[in-house]
């Protein structure tokens, strides 16, 4: 009889001290779970490395239908995917926002009184009229970007779209934030327009990189995100997406999450960015709209 929990073979420890438990799973996650960290409630590196191994596999599958897409960081899980959106989508998603853009502004409690955000300066637009979800240019994206992240479409927030001028920029920051009551748990972003220099979305993976020390990190991205940290950055490319999820999958928040867009230094940045909640979005234009039709209830005419 085999009982969980224990190494039955006193070799164990050495074949997975040569990483046995990767290489031959079948066996070792058997045999040897105690050295394998694979025991229910042992929160060894196993688990983390077994997830890292499904995925690459998953990512592997080539298929003529499916974008090829490439890992960026394991935690936070971010994924990179190029030509994403097409030119012209990407310019069907400025041309639908730029009459609308507004500056992000914060509202002092006690006076009223708007102010500009210091953290954030540049524009946005949140796509959420009728007109806007219901046509069928933006039905489409949103949908590719629900199959992709592999969220319900009732979990998604009304499309936004930004714009970063010459200079502006959006400090290190979580797009969740559970304490706040707002929990998403995956960002797509797509470069609509990247600009001629700077804008670059980083993830320094430290807390260095926050207020006062968010410009330094963007003037030295090689020593500050990747050395620091072991952050990662992408510059963007028109169509290409980033997709990056705040919470783990246990749910808890990913503290690496933390991300901002530097600077820009030469023309003019565009981005869309759709987030999916944890849970279904009460809020969502697509809450009800794509809800199945239950079944049974068909016309009177049809019946019988
Ligand atoms: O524009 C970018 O590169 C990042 C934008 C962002 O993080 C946000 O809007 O939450
Ligand atoms: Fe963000």
């Given at each position: 009889?085999?009982?969980?929990?224990?190494?039955?073979?006193d070799q164990c420890g050495y074949w997975a001290?040569?990483?046995?438990?990767?290489?031959?799973?079948?066996?070792?996650?058997?045999?040897?779970?105690?050295?394998?960290?694979?025991c229910l409630g042992d929160s060894g590196a196993l688990h983390e490395r077994m997830y890292q191994h499904l995925e690459k596999k998953i990512s592997s599958v080539r298929d003529a239908h499916q974008p090829q897409i490439l890992e960026a960081s394991y935690s936070p899980r971010a994924l990179v995917?190029?030509?994403?959106?097409?030119?012209?989508?990407?310019?069907?998603?400025?041309d639908l926002a730029r009459p609308h853009l507004h500056h992000a502004q914060t509202i002092n409690r006690s006076t009223g009184a708007a102010y500009l955000d210091k953290v954030r300066t540049n524009s946005q637009f949140y796509l959420d009229r009728a007109e806007h979800y219901e046509d069928p240019l933006v039905l489409d994206i949103v949908q590719r970007m629900h199959r992709i992240a592999r969220v319900p479409m009732g979990h998604a927030e009304p499309l936004q779209v930004g714009r970063y001028q010459k200079g502006q920029f959006y400090q290190t920051h979580f797009d969740s934030e559970p304490l706040q009551g707002v929990k998403r748990a995956v960002t797509v972003l797509v470069y609509l327009d990247p600009p001629q220099a700077g804008g670059e979305t980083i993830f320094p993976k430290h807390q260095r990189c926050q207020e006062d020390g968010f410009e330094v990190c963007c003037n030295r991205l090689e020593e500050l995100v990747a050395g620091e940290g072991k952050g990662f950055w992408v510059r963007g490319q028109k169509g290409q997406a980033v997709i990056f999820y705040s919470h783990n999958l246990d749910g808890q928040h990913n503290a690496l999450s933390m991300h901002g867009s530097c600077p820009v230094r030469e023309g003019e940045k565009w981005v869309a960015q759709q987030w999916f909640r944890i849970e279904p979005y009460a809020g969502s234009p697509y809450f009800q709209f794509l809800a199945p039709k239950s079944p049974g209830v068909t016309g009177e005419a049809e019946s019988g």
């Open positions: 009889e085999v009982r969980p929990c224990d190494d039955h073979n001290a040569i990483g046995e438990c990767q290489a031959n799973p079948k066996y070792m996650l058997v045999m040897c779970q105690a050295s394998c960290h694979s995917v190029d030509r994403f959106l097409s030119e012209e989508e990407c310019e069907a998603l400025k």
